[in-house]
């Protein structure tokens, strides 16, 4: 039981500290403009994770001008509204979101926007003249892209070229298919563009708001772990230097700050819902025994035999070297399961409990048979070298 309620505090502490990461992300913001019926709902549920558009919470700011957010995703949308109806209304429309604009960019406002998402329906192949003035405008502003939602076939292409040549001010132009279009049993037309969208985006926005970006993105996995491994990489060389002391075998526990830090930042950079099961599930793995912490000396003694030329430990103390070779597998397979959670959810499952331990096992012990290895040197998994556990309930 003590072992336990020890897993427990140390799982509450990793909750904890990922919830101050994220408080100190700063969000992105992104005005989203189009017509009605072009798909920006679409869009952005399927850019951004916890299906942003629908259950966010929209916050009217003006008549025609929505404020949309949702609790644990850094991203503040501006949803527009009205831009089809006649032109008195029109004027009002444009004259609220450079209003809005305006008054984001007050040096006593934390209300920035930093990206504009200019949405046309890819078939209607035709961008009227007062889109074409609001363009230009917003981009003395504001970065613009523009979306050609809901394209298919070669007219789309070749809408997009036209928009091209007409030299707007803008950072480009994409074509996006943002859900899988079914035409028949046998025929449909998988999404495609989002990603070149995200790399777009990324381009653009500020420093300070990329990793706002990251976490809210469920397009590009990939980058998402790459960013974990690069900033575990950085911060294990620093914390595992050559001026780490090598420590008693008895205070191995003092891994246990430095790991929980590593492990929740790691969780915030993938931004998923992470329960206590979920954490539980994944330190008993690496601990050995359901409700075994993967700190302190339980951890060593079950894991020293695993690493290449230690098998065990000379003098009673645990070198620096080691202990990084320990954090920097529990880093890597940690980045390796959150991966396999991420794309689960992105498709809207989530994973068995049981096959989740059993992979964040086998990850871990891996890493550390292949302990030479360093974050950065690090390839994605190859298909071939995937995990078989069949993860879903």
């Known amino acids: 039981m003590k072992k336990m309620a020890k897993n427990f505090n140390i799982v509450d502490d990793i909750m904890n500290k990922t919830e101050n990461e994220l408080k100190s992300i700063k969000p992105i913001s992104i005005l989203l403009i189009g017509k009605t019926g072009v798909g920006k709902s679409t869009l952005i549920n399927s850019v951004f994770r916890e299906n942003l558009a629908e259950t966010g919470i929209g916050r009217p700011i003006t008549k025609h001008l929505r404020r949309v957010t949702k609790d644990g995703v850094p991203v503040v949308l501006y949803d527009t509204r009205g831009l089809e109806l006649n032109n008195e209304t029109q004027k009002k429309v444009l004259k609220e979101i450079f209003d809005t604009i305006s008054e984001g960019k007050k040096n006593t406002s934390n209300e920035e926007i930093h990206l504009v998402y200019y949405c046309i329906n890819a078939n209607s192949s035709r961008i009227e003249p007062l889109e074409l003035d609001l363009i230009e405008k917003l981009s003395t502003k504001i970065p613009v892209v523009v979306i050609l939602t809901q394209s298919i076939g070669d007219q789309s292409k070749e809408f997009r070229q036209y928009i091209e040549n007409l030299n707007l001010p803008i950072y480009g132009v994409v074509n996006v298919m943002a859900q899988e ?28 708001q990329k990793r706002a970006f990251n976490n809210a993105q469920q397009v590009d996995i990939e980058r998402k772990a790459k960013s974990a491994r690069s900033w575990a990489s950085k911060y294990i060389a620093t914390s595992f230097g050559v001026g780490f002391m090598p ?147």
């Not at 079914?182 to 990324?202: A, H």
């Not at 205070?251 to 700050?257: E, G, I, Q, T, W």
């Not at 096959?355 to 891996?366: A, G, P």
């Open 181 to 208: 279009l079914v035409i028949s049993n046998e025929v449909s037309i998988m999404p495609f563009g989002l990603k070149k969208l995200i790399e777009m985006s990324f381009q653009i926005i500020p420093e300070e």
């Open 247 to 393: 420590i008693p075998f008895s205070d191995a526990s003092v891994l246990v700050p430095m790991q929980l830090t590593l492990l929740a930042h790691i969780t915030a950079i993938f931004g998923i819902s992470m329960d206590k099961a979920t954490i539980t599930s994944m330190l008993a793995a690496v601990g050995g025994t359901g409700g075994a912490t993967y700190a302190g000396r339980y951890i060593v003694s079950n894991v020293i035999k695993f690493i290449p030329g230690v098998g065990t430990i000379v003098g009673g103390v645990i070198s620096g070297a080691t202990a990084s070779i320990m954090t920097t597998a529990l880093a890597l397979s940690y980045i390796e399961v959150l991966t396999v959670i991420a794309k689960g959810e992105k498709d809207g499952k989530y994973p068995d409990l049981k096959n989740i331990e059993k992979l964040m096992k086998e990850k871990f012990e891996n890493r550390l048979k292949k302990s030479k290895k360093t974050p950065e040197n690090e390839e994605e998994v190859s298909e071939e070298k995937k995990s078989k556990w069949k993860f879903w309930k």
